[in-house]
């Protein structure tokens, strides 16, 4: 049994409040489920909100003690890479996580770096779980792309989605809708494109509610296909939401 908790982006007292909503209590500095579900990330857990370090920090620790399973996002790719040294543009919503960062103490900044690039690292492209009926990706995937792991193309897509190389006026990178084209028998839960409302086309489901513009953060309850939501502290940004 899962939770899927869609793209946090330091919004870190909202997942608190999700957490406690899906039926999680802290115990010894770690959230777990009286009934063992497990929370499951779906990517881009830090930049643009208010509190990227604590929620990271939360992941790192929840993952290597078992209790969460996570997938990167674009976000966490970025990050990942300019914690390696990597020539990254600090712009669309990095700053926010690298101003964070640089207010850490030099022991702080360590633990983060280190544990991050080991969670990314270790971390599949996607999951598969429940003997192949439930897939999370970060963006999606095709069809036949699952089964394929060290594949330049795969990566691409659960990281940025169906891209076209093209960006539309207001400079957002123009994706293809391939929810709508998706044939299989799994389930694929993803997130990275803010929706209002959990959209389910076809079997997969799309839980970035854009909590970091506003909207909400969602956790999708598997096998039950239910979910909850958090209302987003934040101000609402209504262009930041693409599909309907």
Same mark, same amino acid.
């Given at each position: 049994?899962?939770?899927?908790? &869609?793209?946090?982006?330091?919004?870190? %007292?909202?997942?608190?409040?999700?957490?406690?909503?899906?039926?999680?209590?802290?115990?010894? &500095?770690?959230?777990?489920?009286?009934?063992?579900?497990?929370? $499951?990330? #779906?990517?881009?857990?830090?930049?643009? !909100?208010?509190?990227?370090?604590?929620?990271?920090?939360?992941?790192?620790?929840? #993952?290597?003690?078992?209790?969460?399973?996570?997938?990167? &996002?674009? %976000?966490?790719?970025?990050?990942?890479?300019?914690?390696?040294?990597?020539?990254?543009?600090?712009?669309?919503?990095?700053?926010?996580? $690298?101003?964070?960062?640089?207010?850490?103490?030099?022991?702080? =900044?360590?633990?983060?770096?280190? @544990?991050?690039?080991?969670?990314?690292?270790?971390?599949?492209?996607?999951?598969?779980?429940?003997?192949?009926?439930l897939i999370v990706s970060h963006a999606g995937i095709r069809q036949n792309m699952i089964g394929q792991q060290n594949n330049k193309a795969v990566?691409?897509?659960?990281?940025? !989605?169906?891209?076209?190389?093209? =960006?539309d006026k207001d400079g957002f990178p123009v994706r293809r809708d391939w929810a709508k084209h998706y044939t299989g028998e799994a389930w694929i $839960?993803?997130? %990275?494109?803010?929706?209002?409302?959990?959209?389910?086309?076809?079997?997969? *489901?799309?839980?970035?509610?854009?909590?970091?513009?506003?909207? %909400?953060?969602?956790?999708?309850?598997?096998?039950?296909?239910?979910?909850?939501? *958090?209302?987003?502290?934040?101000?609402? $940004?209504?262009? =930041?939401? @693409?599909?309907?």
């Amino acid at each position: 049994m899962y939770d899927i908790i &869609g793209d946090v982006h330091g919004c870190y %007292h909202e997942l608190l409040n999700l957490l406690e909503q899906l039926g999680y209590r802290e115990q010894n &500095g770690l959230y777990q489920h009286p009934r063992g579900r497990r929370m $499951v990330f #779906v990517g881009d857990i830090t930049d643009r !909100g208010p509190h990227s370090i604590p929620t990271l920090q939360f992941v790192v620790r929840h #993952v290597n003690a078992g209790r969460a399973l996570y997938v990167p &996002g674009n %976000h966490c790719d970025k990050l990942y890479r300019f914690f390696l040294g990597r020539n990254v543009q600090i712009t669309h919503g990095l700053e926010t996580t $690298v101003e964070e960062y640089q207010r850490l103490t030099t022991e702080k =900044k360590q633990w983060v770096k280190t @544990r991050f690039i080991h969670l990314v690292e270790n971390a599949p492209l996607y999951l598969v779980l429940d003997e192949g009926r439930l897939i999370v990706s970060h963006a999606g995937i095709r069809q036949n792309m699952i089964g394929q792991q060290n594949n330049k193309a795969v990566k691409t897509f659960c990281l940025y !989605g169906d891209i076209t190389g093209e =960006k539309d006026k207001d400079g957002f990178p123009v994706r293809r809708d391939w929810a709508k084209h998706y044939t299989g028998e799994a389930w694929i $839960v993803y997130g %990275h494109t803010p929706v209002k409302q959990p959209r389910f086309v076809n079997r997969t *489901v799309n839980i970035d509610t854009g909590c970091v513009f506003g909207g %909400h953060l969602t956790g999708l309850s598997y096998p039950e296909l239910t979910f909850e939501m *958090v209302p987003s502290s934040l101000p609402f $940004v209504a262009e =930041k939401f @693409r599909l309907d």
